[in-house]
C-alpha cells in the first residue's frame, strides 16, 4: 500500500467517462487515468514507441490502444500486450471523498532497477 502522502488528486468522480481516458501531469510525469467497467486505472501515459499519449487511445475490453501505431497495454498492470515481458508503470487509484487520486511516488522514492556500470 502506498503511503499517504504519495496519493496526488487528479480529478473528481465523474469527470472521467467510462470507457475512456485522460491525462494527467503528476509529480513531474505524466499519467493516463481510465474508467474501465467503474474502476479507476492508471498507467503511464507515454507510449514507449512514440511517445504518444494513451490516454487518447480507444479502451477496448481492457486494453488501451496507442492512437498512432495501435500498441495495446493492459490498463491493469501496464503489460505490453504484444510481448508480456515489457511493460510501463502502474500507479495506484482510489476515491477519497469524491476524489480520483493516484499514487505517483517522487523519482527519491524510486529503486533503480539496475547497478550502475
Not at 499519467?31 to 474502476?39: E, P, T, W, Y
Not at 490516454?55 to 492512437?67: E, H, I, N, T
Request: aromatic fraction near 8%; charged fraction near 20%; glycine fraction near 8%.
Amino acid at each position: 500500500m502506498a503511503e499517504e502522502n504519495n496519493f496526488t488528486t487528479v480529478a473528481q468522480v465523474g469527470d472521467i467517462p467510462e470507457g475512456e481516458g485522460r491525462a494527467f501531469a503528476v509529480r513531474g510525469r505524466m499519467v493516463a487515468v481510465f474508467l474501465d467497467q467503474g474502476a479507476y486505472h492508471a498507467i503511464d501515459d507515454l507510449c514507449p514507441h512514440m511517445g504518444a499519449s494513451l490516454a487518447a487511445g480507444a479502451l477496448v475490453d481492457g486494453d488501451v490502444l496507442c492512437p498512432w501505431h495501435a500498441w495495446r497495454f493492459r490498463i491493469c498492470d501496464g503489460t505490453w500486450c504484444d510481448n508480456p515481458k515489457i511493460h510501463i508503470d502502474r500507479f495506484e487509484v482510489r476515491v477519497k471523498d469524491n476524489h480520483i487520486q493516484v499514487c505517483v511516488p517522487l523519482p527519491s522514492d524510486v529503486l533503480p532497477t539496475t547497478k550502475p556500470n
